[in-house]
């Protein structure tokens, strides 16, 4: 992941992760979007990114979240918009990853809630 690319992840983490325990939980999201549906949010952010399932979002799982959006063909300027808009308190995109599709590369993205 580019250098850019992955302060701007640190830095909406940091944003989210409101005890600095390098752990996200629901709790902290919902704070975070307070003003923009913060339910619908979270549980996108949730589904995407908690792989393991266990209702929190560790900084190793938010950094492979954010590698695989990269090494799925968005490219870097795409995903530090949208990171920006996040940091500013836009809502959650919902990439599509390889991952998540196990075929070749998607482009296409939405955005949830506000816009």
Known sequence: MPE??????LKLFSL?????SKTIDRDETLKFWSKNFPKINSNELFDQVDKNNDGSIQLEEWIEFWTIVFNSGYS???ICNEL???I???SW???ETNEKLG???NRSYKR????
């Open 16 to 20: 989210i992760d409101l005890d600095d």
């Open 112 to 115: 949830e809630g506000k816009y």
């Open 76 to 78: 870097e300027n795409e």
């Open 84 to 86: 920006d808009n996040m």
């Open 93 to 95: 995109v919902k990439f």
């Open 103 to 105: 075929g070749k590369k």
């Open 88 to 90: 500013e308190g836009g």
């Open 4 to 9: 850019k690319l992955k302060e701007k992840v």
